[in-house]
């Protein structure tokens, strides 16, 4: 702590040159002898001023209301001049006058969040995460125009209302749905905790607001869905591509990023019989081991890049994302599948008809598919488990219309 500093508050006027009756009331901060000077935004008669005690004259009404806002603005420098003491900070006159202000780096703005988050976040997040954030970023500052009038706004000004509103604003949004608008405030929720552990607030206003998912069924794919589609051929080259790197992704777990960077060098055979996929989640960093089944090992086969010692080059032909879930909605309406297919879908087949279906343990599936926790992969554990209630639900009724059928 710093306790050799000299520190001063004074007031005083200074006419004004075509008024000289009149005159502006400044107070002066002075910190080891070099001073700054601080408008009060007031102009009072000359005579009236008081230069011995920096007072303004009399009892009168105004010159009460004039003597107290020098008091609580000479509190409020004393006050911000402890304060600066305690933080163990290098005080200057600027400083103190920045801190008054609201300019100082004590005081940041959303946007200065908004810009360190999304800058530091490039080499952390994930390319479509980080796309996300920079549309949440979107919303926020239309937000702020259109609601607020402004362009920007200090975090110390942020409150729970703030949220609440931001809500009703993106929930008037014609594109987005109930979870769309959680999403949205579930990263600024993220981005006001990142806030509160840089010490920019000291309270986190959107910490209490609880986030209201509703259900969303998963698509997947059953057992006989993904037959039909396996043995499909389709005339155009696109469709026929598609079809067959989205049953390489329902083989293996893989999401559409994860697809799109393979290489041959992410292919090993440790021992020189099974061949594995090693490669990192796009989406979390986490490293996942995959070994390949029949069906995804053909179609590297049929899609062989070049030779095998070009390891960087890509493993297999993709579409992008948006082309290829045009392609999955040309296939499930020619097969008459009633699903809306989207390359997730591949992913969520995997988990359910491909693996839990046939035995595989909730553990190894949860490995395969990259997951951090295994309660994210008993997810689909609870699809398959409906959906063998289901099966059986159907069978009982069966077997009771057989019985009846019997005794009659």
């Known amino acids: 702590m710093r306790t050799n500093q000299t520190y001063s508050v004074s007031f005083f006027i200074r006419k004004k040159k075509k008024q000289p009756q009149l005159a502006a009331l400044y107070s002066r901060i002075t910190v080891n002898g070099r001073s700054l000077e601080l408008s009060l935004k007031r102009t009072i008669p000359s005579e009236k001023w008081d230069s011995v005690k920096n007072r303004y004259k009399g009892n009168s009404e105004e010159a009460k209301i004039i003597n107290a806002k020098i008091q609580g603005n000479h509190s409020k420098l ?140 998963m698509v997947y794919l059953t057992q006989g869905e993904l037959e039909k589609i396996q043995l499909s051929t389709f005339e ?33 055979s440790p021992d020189q019989k099974q061949q594995w996929i090693y490669t990192k989640r796009q989406k979390t960093n986490t490293s996942v081991r ?21 390891i960087t080059e890509n493993l297999l032909p993709i579409y992008s994302n948006q082309k290829t879930n045009q392609y999955l909605k040309v296939i499930a309406k020619k097969l008459k599948i009633r699903k809306k297919l989207s390359f997730h879908t591949a992913r969520h087949t995997f988990a359910t008809s491909v693996t839990l279906e046939n035995g595989v343990p909730i553990e190894t599936v949860s490995k395969l598919l990259g997951h951090h926790k295994i309660a994210t992969t008993q997810i689909y554990a609870r699809v398959v488990d409906k959906k063998i209630a289901n099966d059986m639900e159907a069978l009982k009724n069966k077997l009771g219309r057989k019985k009846e059928t019997t005794l009659t």
């Open 236 to 268: 155009k080259k696109g469709i026929e591509l598609t079809k067959d790197i989205f049953v390489f992704a329902c083989y293996t777990g893989l999401s559409y990023m994860d697809v799109k960077k393979l290489t041959w060098n992410h292919i090993h």
């Open 290 to 310: 995959i070994p390949l089944l029949p069906e995804a090992e053909a179609i590297i086969l049929k899609y062989q890049q070049g030779a095998k010692n070009s």
């Open 78 to 217: 004393l006050s911000i001049y402890d304060e600066l003491i305690k933080e163990d900070k290098i005080i200057t006159a600027q400083l103190v006058k920045a801190r008054y202000l609201g300019t100082d780096q004590k005081h940041k703005s959303l946007t200065d969040l908004l810009t360190y988050h999304n800058t530091n976040m490039v080499n952390v997040l994930s390319h479509g995460t980080l796309k996300n954030y920079f549309t949440t970023t979107k919303y926020l500052l239309s937000f702020l125009s259109t609601q607020y009038k402004t362009s920007n706004i200090f975090l110390k000004q942020i409150d729970y209302k703030f949220l609440i509103d931001f809500e009703t604003y993106l929930r008037s949004q014609p594109d987005l749905h109930n979870n769309g608008v959680m999403k949205h405030i579930e990263r600024f929720k993220k981005v006001m905790r990142l806030a509160m552990d840089l010490e920019w607030i000291d309270k986190n206003p959107t910490s209490r607001f609880k986030l209201r998912f509703e259900p969303v069924d």
